[in-house]
T-cell receptor, first 115, second 113 residues
């Protein structure tokens, strides 16, 4: 089974600054998907960004970008120009391409944006 | 477009009772997933339904069960509730195709006393 590890429990960042969240995963598969979800106090899990392992180019969505290092099995998220609405728990997740559509989540990182 | 909706928002039960949680997927989505988010344990996969069939099950006892209706909505039933079942239960939906992104609802907070 795949495991996803996030090791920075809580991070604070000043508004407009940049914060980077780290994620590592363990898999024997060559092709898979990786995701970052955010969970604000409203509790809804919101998809932030998705990366397909067979694509070398790092995914970008507006102020959110990833650094995908396949050989190192590392998938970090960079939030640029942080905004107050970015305050949330951020979860890294892995999905196999083979069969069960199951997302394996890390334990999450709490990000607090300070005005 | 309406998102994934879950009801009730909060549910309080006593140990030994049964709980029923409901989920309506995004229109056009045929797959529904249930996850448990307990304090300190992160999100744990419970069940996956697609086209009315249970496709995959996580490592949970049989007292966790569910079903998917012809309109693709879903119920999660938890029998013989235990204190450690207290958690946020999140439902997600996706297109039936493999590897489609999951879209989550706001969850049902179940408290067992």
């Amino acid at each position: 089974a795949q495991t996803v590890t996030q090791s920075q429990p809580e991070m604070s960042v000043q508004e407009a600054e940049t914060v980077t969240l780290s994620c590592t995963y363990d898999t024997s598969e060559n092709n898979y998907y990786l995701f970052w979800y955010k969970q604000p106090p409203s509790r809804q899990m919101i998809l932030v960004i998705r990366q397909e392992a067979y694509k070398q180019q790092n995914a970008t969505e507006n102020r959110f970008s990833v650094n995908f290092q396949k050989a190192a099995k590392s998938f970090s998220l960079k939030i640029s120009d942080s905004q107050l609405g970015d305050t949330a728990m951020y979860f890294c997740a892995f999905m196999s391409l083979y069969g069960n559509n199951r997302l394996a989540f890390g334990k999450g990182n709490q990000v607090v944006v300070i005005p | 477009e309406a998102g994934v909706t879950q009801s009730p928002t909060h549910l309080i039960k006593t140990r030994g009772q049964q709980a029923t949680l409901r989920c309506s997927p995004i229109s056009g989505h045929t797959s529904v997933y249930w996850y448990q988010q307990a304090l300190g344990l992160g999100l744990q996969f419970l069940l996956w339904y697609d086209e009315g069939e249970e496709r995959n099950r996580g490592n949970f006892p049989p007292r966790f069960s569910g079903r998917q209706f012809p309109n693709y909505s879903s119920e999660l039933n938890v029998n013989a509730l235990e204190l450690e079942d207290s958690a946020l239960y999140l439902c997600a939906s996706s297109l039936g195709r493999a590897r489609s992104p999951l879209h989550f609802g706001n969850g049902t907070r179940l408290t067992v006393t």
